[in-house]
């Protein structure tokens, strides 16, 4: 008796969690629980065995368990009937729905092809920290501390160590492929850098550089002018004039900023070009023989070159992006014009 009420509560349990998706599955219940070599007969069988005096209460616990199995089958019966009336009823002619594709963020896209044009040239590609210590980001690039270019670049540093920083220009990671690798070097070094300037439509306490170095033997000025000039045909086209002014970084001896004829107004002069037909876009010059020195770099056998520009500029020249807030605020409208382009 004992044994039978157990596994009548094992059955019960099965039933409970007993799902069936289609009219087979619903069927394969009727067949194990009400079929008639099924459990509910099987059950019932016993009844045999009970002594008279318990029949009344042992009967009345068969009909129970009876009951409990229809009702489930009624309602799996139902379920899956509901499931077949909700396919019957799809209308296959309506428009599906809109499935929304993603698009690359301007400043990837931009990047994407600076990268690719120095690379089409040779260059590797190498990434750095953006948290930097003082060392890479100015001590070794000839910038001692007290040095008034420091200013150059407001910092932002970590309050909790402040011997940490948020980088403010690429140049640290040329510091840090210096230390591990020997020339000849050719690296091209993309990634966000950060200065502490309030936020408007022109400046952003982050933004977006890509920077270059070339280390070897017999590296001239012409070797970085003809490098930019092949950048800037393959960026915007054979059209595009260049030209190069005398600038100081206390990381380059001889530097140079170079600009390219506006791409806004063609040369005639616009907003973006202050009326003068002419955009700056980089900085560059020979890599400075105290920095070279500074990873143990013999100056006397090797010279080389680097330019860092910002990739926002670049943007604004190529897709006439005149907020540079628009790049972070996630507005789709904004984000979504760049579907497809490459
Ligand atoms: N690091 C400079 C800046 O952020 C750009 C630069 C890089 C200039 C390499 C010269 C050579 O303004």
Not at 98 to 106: E, M
Request: net charge negative; charged share 20%.
């Amino acid at each position: 008796m004992e044994a039978v009420l157990a596994q009548i509560e094992a059955f019960k349990a099965e039933i409970s969690s007993f799902t069936a998706n289609d009219a087979a599955g619903v069927e394969a219940f009727r067949i194990r629980f009400l079929g008639t070599k099924g459990i509910v007969k099987q059950v019932m069988g016993e009844m045999k065995q009970v002594p008279v005096e318990q029949k009344k209460a042992f009967g009345q616990i068969l009909n129970e368990f009876k009951a409990f199995a229809e009702a489930r089958y009624e309602a799996l019966q139902s379920a899956s009937q509901q499931h077949a009336t909700d396919e019957s009823l799809l209308d296959y002619s309506l428009p599906g729905d809109a499935f929304p594709v993603g698009a690359r963020h301007p400043l990837s896209l931009v990047r994407n092809q600076i990268v690719s044009i120095f690379q089409r040239l040779g260059f590797a590609l190498a990434e750095g920290p953006e948290i930097e210590d003082d060392w890479h980001n100015f001590g070794a690039m000839n910038l001692p501390e007290d040095h008034p270019a420091r200013d150059m670049q407001d910092t932002f540093y970590v309050s909790q160590n402040p011997s940490w920083l948020l980088r403010t220009h690429t140049s640290s990671v040329q510091a840090r492929i210096m230390e591990s690798q020997q020339p000849p070097i050719r690296v091209i070094c993309p990634g966000r850098v950060y200065r502490n300037e309030t936020i408007s439509a022109r400046a952003h306490c982050f933004f977006h550089q890509v920077e270059g170095l070339y280390i070897d033997e017999h590296v001239s000025f012409a070797d970085l002018k003809q490098t930019l000039y092949y950048f800037v045909q393959e960026m915007f086209g054979k059209d595009t004039k260049v030209r190069f002014r005398p600038s100081y970084f206390p990381f380059t001896e001889p530097s140079a900023e170079m600009d390219i004829s506006c791409l806004i107004c063609g040369g005639d002069g616009c907003t973006v070009c202050k009326h003068s037909g002419w955009v700056e876009i980089l900085g560059s010059g020979m890599v400075h023989p105290k920095v070279l020195e500074n990873f143990g770099i013999d100056s006397n056998k090797y010279t080389g070159f680097a330019f860092g520009m910002g990739v926002e500029r670049i943007c604004q020249l190529k897709y006439r992006v005149n907020d540079l807030r628009l790049y972070s605020q996630n507005d789709v409208r904004f984000l979504s014009q760049f579907k497809g382009a490459l």
